[in-house]
């Protein structure tokens, strides 16, 4: 909707207007433009159209959630730091299903950048473990899936952790005598 600054501009902007209203004696006035700043507030660090993105993502529309994050254009300039994590992880998420390299990408700038939580942090490396068991990085997949692991402390991803590990056992891995042979020729 706004960009970042814009919306606390607006939200100091509000807040000197209930100041005023406070001394001009309208108290009413003052507390319902203090509610509406607080809007502005919370968009500031919960940004709209990822919040309305997460949303059809948990009704598995991808389509809208896409169309959501659409609507975000430069996401540097126009989110903080940990917004710009989540739109990374979202986008990691609606690209994972076609283009494995590009939703690597989007998932490790996601985690450099940040993400709030614990469990989505964890299903960010969870998911970088499945991309790189897929590209036949079986080292790699291992450590991801073990910090996963770790930071599921409530156990919400138990389930996908202990499917992972058993496609990696029925997974077709090369010994390291057969990689060392591989690399020679």
């Known amino acids: 909707m706004f960009n970042k600054n814009i919306k606390l501009v607006l939200a100091a902007g509000i807040i000197a207007w209930a100041v005023f209203q406070f001394i001009e004696g309208n108290i009413m006035n003052g507390i319902s433009l203090i509610l509406l700043s607080g809007i502005f507030i919370l968009f500031y660090f919960k940004n709209e159209f990822i919040l309305l993105a997460f949303l059809q993502l948990r009704k598995q529309n991808f389509e809208k959630c896409q169309k959501w994050l659409s609507y975000i254009k430069n996401p540097s300039s126009a989110l903080i730091k940990k917004q710009e994590g989540y739109y990374?992880?979202?986008q990691g998420i609606m690209v994972s299903q076609s283009n494995l390299t590009q939703a690597e990408k989007y998932f490790k700038k996601a985690i450099t950048l940040g993400l709030s939580m614990?469990?989505?942090l964890a299903m960010?490396?969870?998911?970088?473990?499945?991309?790189a068991m897929s590209k036949n990085r079986k080292q790699e997949a291992n450590k991801l899936m073990a910090e996963?692991?770790?930071l599921d402390k409530h156990g919400m991803l138990k389930d996908q952790i202990k499917m992972m590990k058993d496609q990696m056992k029925k997974a077709p891995g090369?010994?390291?005598h057969q990689m060392r042979g591989r690399v020679r020729r």
């Open 118 to 120: 614990d469990h989505d």
């Open 88 to 90: 990374n992880f979202l």
């Open 148 to 150: 996963a692991k770790k």
């Open 124 to 131: 960010a490396k969870l998911q970088l473990s499945g991309i």
């Open 174 to 176: 090369l010994s390291h």
